[in-house]
T-cell receptor
Framework: EAGVTQSPTHLIKTRGQQATLRCSPI?????VYWYQQALGLGLQFLLW???????NRGNFPPRFSGRQFPNYSSELNVNALELEDSALYLC????????????FGPGTRLTVL | DAKTTQPTSMDCAEGRAANLPCNHS???????VYWYRQIHSQGPQYIIH???NNETNEMASLIITEDRKSSTLILPHATLRDTAVYYC?????????????FGKGTKLSVIP
């Protein structure tokens, strides 16, 4: 069974640009979660999608947004990139929404220059 | 979700069992104990979880004390590839427990 996949593996952008990160959940999983992990910091919850709807978002500015497609894959968009947005962005999926076990993808390393 | 306490670091000889402790004295009756690990700069990997009874899967065993205030993750035959940061978390099972919060975890170093 294929795990959660994320693309691209690495992404280099300059300040002010936009970044788009993609995630495909495990087959059969309908919930997708996005987290940010900055160097030396813990996991910070970004967004939660289920059945195409945004269920909740963490304490991040509106320039962090995303969506979930009918096939349950998801996209995270970060507009007006700032240097401090440099981090590992992790996507996780679960079979049942909310409290079920979350399985993580390998992450996308975003570097903002 | 209840808070957890883990040692900062541990060493284990290759081939020996690695026993990673976790204290969660404020755990409530419907909260599960979860273990994840993260190898440097990779996504966290789910290992195992349990509520009351001991659990075992192909990766590890989870021993939860009878009062549920602490638990131990056991890797039966540690290899160099098990070197990682191990996170113990406590969380409920309802929709309100959607957000995972990792503490500092235990950095396990497997020594040849």
């Amino acid at each position: 069974e294929a795990g959660v996949t994320q693309s691209p593996t690495h992404l280099i952008k300059t300040r002010g640009q936009q970044a788009t990160l993609r995630c495909s959940p495990i087959s059969g999983h309908t919930s997708v979660y996005w987290y940010q992990q900055a160097l030396g910091l813990g996991l910070q919850f970004l967004l939660w999608y289920d059945e195409g709807e945004e269920r909740n978002r963490g304490n991040f500015p509106p320039r962090f947004s995303g969506r979930q497609f009918p096939n349950y894959s998801s996209e995270l968009n970060v507009n007006a990139l700032e240097l401090e947005d440099s981090a590992l962005y992790l996507c996780a999926s679960s079979f049942v929404t909310g409290g079920d076990t979350q399985y993580f993808g390998p992450g996308t390393r975003l570097t903002v220059l | 979700d209840a808070k957890t306490t883990q040692p900062t670091s541990m060493d284990c000889a290759e081939g020996r069992a690695a026993n990673l402790p976790c204290n969660h004295s404020t755990i409530s009756g419907n909260e599960y104990v979860y273990w994840y690990r993260q190898i440097h700069s990779q996504g966290p990997q789910y290992i195992i979880h349990g509520l009351k009874n001991n659990e075992t899967n192909e990766m590890a065993s989870l021993i939860i004390t009878e009062d549920r205030k602490s638990s131990t993750l056991i890797l039966p035959h540690a290899t160099l590839r098990d070197t990682a940061v191990y996170y113990c978390i406590v969380r409920g099972s309802g929709a309100g427990s959607y957000q995972l919060t990792f503490g500092k975890g235990t950095k396990l170093s497997v020594i040849p």
